[in-house]
Structure formats: structure tokens, C-alpha cells
């Protein structure tokens, strides 16, 4: 253990994987450049949380939780993980915050967000400064009542109380601070009083969100004469009756959200202006497309969203976020979408029922950058005029019923990050690439369960330049620089499993080529995509011997080699994968001893079924000195000996199947980080199964996606 804590990078992923909630969110945000040690992460993490030294985790704190004497192992692997018990979650006792009002007279500014403040009488929140402009409590377990006049604050400019589902009271804009322009009381147990007398008194509000509040004989068509209000969120109310017209005088509107609501009738047609739209019912409504401003149209995940998607939305000129995915459309995809407007940037319309083919015009000068039609019912052929797409970072065709060739032209699109074709009827072999550098900034390449023919793409692979270094990047794969930033997601075959990743984080590597018919030997130049988190190379008919420049790739979680046709001895280089946590090489013809030692001694029989020439740990077959064929020597050790280590993220999932993929999909993986085998063996059988804290209705306020 002693070793374990003198390693700095091992203490950066326990600590990280300790986190939850604003922690995780705040260390997600960090910039990696500025972290590069332990010591770097407890400063910034002392600097962040500078309030709660006492509870400041030092080396030894962090490694030397222990198993309780009636604790069961389950139990003990999802405290560390567990929201509630978090070591590191900030617990803010009563006296400490007393001292701290008492103290900070001339405090202007507080930010408590998910500190633990539930032993905090919510009565002491008025013993802070009277010139604090900014007091920010969200998500601190806060209980009990508010006082009636805490609103009343005459320098109080933003307050946010949001996910403090056990704090009460009553908000009535009478009581208001004439400055404030920032409020969110979403999700509390907060009363909204709006009267024609008081709504006044909200005048210099911007930015209001009162999502899952409640309600109380309120008149929301006051809310029209807040013309100064930017940004409004009442979803996740019981509101019904029409949506009042006075909305539309908030000619200053950005962001709208009425989701999850009882409203009946058309959108009306005075929201023109509007540049933001969220969640819907039933059919879209036609009033959407006379939206001329729109910017933004996301409406996944409605599920009660039906019906053809309208050509009429090409009318929409200014969008440039169009996000229908996980919905009941049917039909045909309308054919303009691939150049009604030069600014879209987000195209997905994955997880519907829509058929026919996929739009076949973009215009030139395009602005598209993600691309998604996944798991429709999509034939035909992918067309070639996708090559004037050239920002585009994502393509998802993923669970179709495409007919064709691989599409080698992709590979003059030369800022790809994403290929996913998977499951789908491509055939064919993959031809040597014909541009300088193609396919540099891949991360994820996913060609599995279709039926490509021919040697695996060597050139293919010396020119993926991403995945030869390992990127510690911390942030997701997102558009940038338009008025809404958009988190790209995928769903991928990760570890036997469909798990969709709602976020993608920079760091994460795949190659999946499984299940198809691709000969020939496994190429020693995979040996230097080091930045691989899985590689799947299963259900081919693979020959040759296993390369030992694969114990190059030390980043590897998941190695899946199984049902080809490989030979020889497994190579000892592989007992060097650190994290390796899956290994499948069953169903070939490898024979003699198992390399023992690190995470090999954590692998079990399923590992090497169907090797009969195979012995030693953990198969009952005892080894004979002198047996399995020799390997012949690697070059590519003596070229490049040095490894690179980084940040890696998972999703944790065990099983292979090919084909048939066990229908389990999660849709909201948080990526936890990446630990020695020996440490995840112990916990990976508890860590999925930690429950979102929130329900449903407590998601964040502007989406699963948007941020």
C-alpha cells in the first residue's frame, strides 16, 4: 500500500472517482494543463472547497479507508462511490457556519453548491452579510422554512436554491430585492405567490427558473409584462390551460422551457422571436415551424413525439441545432435536411422508426459537425456528397440496414473524431487510403456486426494519429462557439454490452472491428495506438500469432481476440496492461502456459475457453516445460519502447456475445476513473448499480445534452 500512495497518478484516479455532484462537475471543468501532479489537484481542491479545510482529504486519508468489521463487500465498494456517503462530500456543521456569518461581515459573495448543509437551520441563512450579492446553495440538503423576508436583500443580485427538495416556504415577489436579476428555485418545496399587485416587484429579474416548483394560484400571464426577462424555465409543474399569449411580449426571450407540463392548444404564434425550444407532446405542432428565429430545436427523449417529421421544418433557416432523437417518429427523413440551412451544426435524429434513405444533398460550405441517425430503419447506400461536410467530427449510422461499401471517401473529411457503421450490411474490403493523414483525429472507430471482407486496414491504422497518444483532456466532445453548446453522445458496444454515452469524454479511445470476415494477421502497428481504451478484434477469421507489441497499449481496459484463428503462445508483453480489466482470447488455437502475474491472475476460465492447448492458472490443465510455439521477435518493441499515461474513463460492463447483443442499455453512464484490474474486480459488480439520486423530473434544467 505504501507503493500505491507514493503514486501520484493512482491517487488522482481514486480521487476522482471519489467524486460526485458539483465535485465531479467542478473537477470535470478543471484544466488539465494546470493538473499535472497530486500536489497540483489538492491545491486546486483546497482552493475550490477553501471554506471546509477540516475536511480536506491529505494522501494517507484518501488510500486508507478500510472494510468495517460488519460491513458486507458489496456495502464497502459502493460507499466510496455512494453521493450520500462521499468521504469528500463537504459536510458544513451549523457552528462553522455560524462562525463563518459571523466573521465575513463584509461577505459579497457565497458558493456553497453541494456542500452538505443539511444540519443547518435554514432561519441562520439571515445572519450572513447584508452585502452579499451572489449566494449560491444549490444542492445542499437544505430543511425547513425560510423566512418570509429572506428574499428581502437589498444587494442581492443572483440566488440560486435549486435541488434542495426539503426546504420550504413562500416566495411572493413583495418581498423581493429590488436587484436581483438572477433566481432559481427549482426543485424546492418553495410556494410561488405571483399577483398583479407584486409582479412588478420583479422587474430587474433576467434570468428565472422555477422548474418543479409549486404553484400557487399564480397567474402566469403576469409573467408577459417581465419584458426585461432573458431566459424563463416552469418546467416540470403541473401547469395546464393554454400557454398564455402575454408570453410573447418577451421580446428579450433566449431560452424557453414549458416541458413537462398539462398545456393543450398550439404554440402561440407571438413566439416568433423565440430562438430555443425544449420538449414537446405529441405531434410537432405546426405553429414550431413559423419559429423564424429558431436557433435551437431539441426535443429527444419526449417519447410521446410522433408522426412524420415535417418538410415544413426546412423553413427554419437560422437553426443550428436540431436534435429529434429518442422519439416515435416514423416516416421518411425530409431530404432537405442536408442543406436547408449553412448553419446548422448538430443534425440527430437517432432512436426513431424513420426508413427509406439518408439525405443525399449537403450543400458546400456547410457548417455540420455531428451527424446522427442511428438505430432507424434506414437502407440504401451512405451518400458520397457527405464529403462536402467538411467539419464534420461524428458520423452515427449505427443499427440500420445500409447496403453498401465502406465509405472511403470519409477519409477526406479531416476533422473526424466519431465513426460508428455498425450493425449494419457493409461489405467489402476496406482500400488503402488515397489522402495524406486521413482519419488523424479519430478516437472512436466502430465498424462491427456487418460483414466487410479482406486484411484488417494496416494503413488505416498508422494513420490514426489520435490514438497513438494519450490525450488527458478532462472535458466531453461538444460544438463549440454557437449560441448553445451541444454534448455529443453515442451508443456503443463497450464490453458486451449496449451502453449509451450521453457524454463522450476527449480521452476515450475504441476500435471495435468484430464480427465480420476480415483474414490475414493481426498487424504489429496496432502495437502504437497507445491511447486505446477497448480493442475488439472478435468473430473474424484471424490468423498468425498474437502480436506482442499489443503490450504497448497500456491505456487498454477491454482486449476481446476471441472465435478467430490465432496460434502460438499468449504473448507475456499483455501481463504488462496495467488496467487491463476484460481479456477474452477463448475459441482459438493458442496453446501453452497462461502468463501469471498483476491483472492476468484476476481473469477467469471464460477468458481461454476453447484454446485446448492451453495451460496453467486458472484452467486445471497443468503445463509441461518446453510447450506452445515460439513467437517471432518484435521490431516494434525495440522502435518505440515509451509508454504514455492519462486520464481513462468507463463505463463498467463484463460479458462478450457477438451478434445478439443482451439488451441492456444504460442511459446515463457517468464515467468513473480508470483503476488497476485488481482494484476493479472488487468493485465493478456494485458500481453500476448506483441509482440516480434525482428522479426524472429533477433533471437539470436545461437538458441532458445542453450546456
Known amino acids: 500500500m505504501a507503493e500505491v500512495i507514493r503514486n501520484d497518478k493512482l491517487l488522482i484516479y481514486f480521487f476522482q472517482d471519489s467524486l460526485a455532484g458539483s465535485a465531479l462537475s467542478w473537477y470535470m471543468r478543471l484544466d488539465s494543463v494546470r493538473i499535472r501532479s497530486w500536489k497540483d489537484l489538492v491545491e486546486a481542491f483546497l482552493k475550490q472547497y477553501k471554506f471546509n479545510m477540516e475536511i480536506a482529504p491529505d494522501r494517507t486519508s484518501l488510500m486508507s479507508m478500510e472494510k468495517r468489521s460488519q460491513e458486507s463487500i458489496r456495502a464497502y465498494a459502493q460507499r466510496p462511490s455512494s453521493p450520500r456517503n462521499l468521504p469528500f462530500k463537504s459536510m458544513l456543521e451549523p457552528i462553522s457556519f455560524n462562525k463563518l456569518a459571523q466573521n465575513l461581515t463584509q461577505l459579497r459573495e457565497l458558493y456553497f453548491g453541494g456542500v452538505n448543509m443539511s444540519l443547518v437551520v435554514p432561519s441562520s441563512l439571515m445572519n450572513l452579510s447584508s452585502s452579499l450579492s451572489s449566494l449560491q446553495l444549490w444542492d445542499c440538503g437544505l430543511k425547513g422554512e425560510l423566512p418570509d423576508n429572506f428574499f428581502r436583500r437589498s444587494n442581492l443580485q443572483s440566488l440560486k436554491l435549486w435541488l434542495n427538495e426539503e426546504l420550504t416556504g413562500s416566495f411572493s415577489p413583495y418581498n423581493l430585492s429590488n436587484a436581483l436579476s438572477h433566481l432559481?428555485?427549482?426543485?424546492?418545496r418553495i410556494s410561488i405567490h405571483l399577483e398583479p399587485d407584486s409582479i412588478s416587484h420583479l422587474k430587474s429579474v433576467e434570468k428565472m427558473y422555477l422548474n418543479g416548483c409549486n404553484f400557487v394560484g399564480s397567474n402566469l400571464g403576469l409573467l408577459g409584462?417581465?419584458?426585461?426577462?432573458?431566459?424563463?424555465?416552469?418546467?416540470d409543474n403541473q401547469l395546464g390551460g393554454q400557454i398564455p399569449f402575454s408570453l410573447g411580449k418577451l421580446k428579450q426571450l433566449e431560452y424557453l422551457d414549458l416541458g413537462n407540463n398539462s398545456f393543450t392548444g398550439s404554440i402561440p404564434?407571438?413566439?416568433?422571436?423565440?430562438?430555443?425550444?425544449?420538449?414537446?407532446?405529441?405531434?410537432?405542432?405546426?405553429?414550431?415551424?413559423?419559429?423564424?428565429?429558431?436557433?435551437?430545436?431539441?426535443?429527444?427523449?419526449?417519447?410521446?413525439?410522433?408522426?412524420?417529421?415535417?418538410?415544413?421544418?426546412?423553413?427554419?433557416?437560422?437553426?443550428?441545432?436540431?436534435?429529434?432523437?429518442?422519439?416515435?417518429?416514423?416516416?421518411f427523413i425530409p431530404q432537405c435536411l442536408g442543406n436547408f440551412s449553412d448553419g446548422l451544426s448538430v443534425l440527430h435524429l437517432g432512436a426513431n422508426i424513420l426508413h427509406g434513405n439518408i439525405p443525399s444533398i449537403y450543400s458546400e460550405g456547410n457548417s455540420l459537425r455531428y451527424l446522427n441517425f442511428n438505430g432507424n430503419q434506414l437502407k440504401g447506400v451512405i451518400p458520397p456528397p457527405i464529403i462536402n461536410c467538411v467539419n464534420l467530427e461524428f458520423l452515427d449510422l449505427d443499427n440500420n440496414m445500409i447496403d453498401d461499401t465502406f465509405p472511403s471517401f470519409l477519409e477526406t473529411l479531416p476533422q473526424l473524431e466519431v465513426v460508428v457503421l455498425r450493425s449494419n450490411k457493409l461489405h467489402g474490403s476496406l482500400k488503402v487510403p488515397t489522402v495524406k493523414d486521413s482519419f488523424s483525429k479519430l478516437q472512436i472507430f466502430d465498424l462491427s456486426n456487418n460483414s466487410l471482407s479482406g486484411p484488417l486496414p494496416t494503413e488505416y491504422f498508422n494513420n490514426f494519429k489520435a490514438m497513438m497518444s494519450v490525450d488527458e483532456h478532462m472535458d466531453y466532445m461538444r460544438t463549440n462557439n454557437l449560441s448553445t453548446s451541444y454534448v455529443y453522445s453515442v451508443t456503443l458496444a463497450w464490453k458486451g454490452l449496449e451502453i449509451e454515452f450521453s457524454k463522450i469524454q476527449i480521452a476515450l479511445a475504441t476500435l471495435n472491428l468484430s464480427c465480420n470476415k476480415f483474414t490475414g494477421k493481426i498487424p504489429e502497428s496496432l502495437g502504437k495506438l497507445k491511447s486505446l481504451i477497448q480493442l475488439n478484434l472478435s468473430h473474424n477469421r484471424l490468423i498468425g500469432y498474437i502480436q506482442p507489441s499489443l503490450g504497448n497499449l497500456t491505456n487498454l481496459e477491454s482486449l476481446d481476440l476471441s472465435s478467430n484463428l490465432l496460434v502460438g503462445r499468449i504473448p507475456p508483453q499483455l501481463v504488462d496492461l496495467t488496467f487491463l480489466q476484460v481479456l477474452n482470447l477463448s475459441y482459438n488455437q493458442l496453446e501453452g502456459p497462461i502468463p501469471q502475474g498483476k491483472q492476468f491472475n484476476t481473469f477467469e476460465n471464460g477468458?481461454?475457453?476453447?484454446?485446448?492447448?492451453?495451460?496453467?492458472?486458472?484452467?486445471?490443465?497443468?503445463?509441461n516445460k518446453?510447450?506452445?510455439?515460439?513467437?517471432?521477435?518484435?521490431?516494434?518493441?525495440?522502435?518505440?519502447?515509451?509508454?504514455?499515461?492519462?486520464?481513462?474513463?468507463?463505463?463498467?460492463?463484463?460479458?462478450?456475445?457477438?451478434?445478439?447483443?443482451?439488451?441492456?442499455?444504460?442511459?446515463?453512464?457517468?464515467?468513473?476513473?480508470?483503476?488497476?484490474?485488481?482494484?476493479?474486480?472488487?468493485?465493478?459488480?456494485?458500481?453500476h448499480q448506483n441509482a440516480k439520486r434525482l428522479r426524472r423530473k429533477n433533471a437539470p434544467r436545461n437538458g441532458g445534452r445542453r450546456y
Open 184 to 188: 432559481d428555485l427549482s426543485y424546492t
Open 225 to 235: 409584462n417581465l419584458t426585461q426577462l432573458i431566459k424563463l424555465g416552469l418546467a
Open 269 to 331: 404564434d407571438v413566439f416568433a422571436n423565440q430562438t430555443q425550444l425544449a420538449r414537446l407532446y405529441g405531434q410537432i405542432p405546426p405553429s414550431v415551424f413559423k419559429l423564424e428565429h429558431l436557433r435551437t430545436l431539441m426535443l429527444s427523449s419526449n417519447d410521446k413525439l410522433s408522426g412524420n417529421i415535417s418538410s415544413a421544418i426546412c423553413e427554419l433557416k437560422f437553426l443550428q441545432i436540431l436534435d429529434l432523437s429518442n422519439n416515435g417518429f416514423s416516416g
Open 607 to 623: 477468458s481461454y475457453a476453447g484454446n485446448l492447448g492451453l495451460c496453467g492458472f486458472p484452467l486445471q490443465a497443468k503445463c
Open 626 to 687: 518446453g510447450e506452445g510455439k515460439q513467437q517471432p521477435p518484435s521490431n516494434f518493441e525495440k522502435e518505440d519502447s515509451m509508454f504514455e499515461e492519462g486520464f481513462g474513463w468507463k463505463a463498467v460492463a463484463m460479458g462478450y456475445e457477438c451478434g445478439f447483443v443482451f439488451g441492456v442499455s444504460i442511459g446515463y453512464v457517468v464515467f468513473r476513473a480508470r483503476k488497476p484490474a485488481w482494484f476493479v474486480k472488487m468493485v465493478e459488480d456494485s458500481a
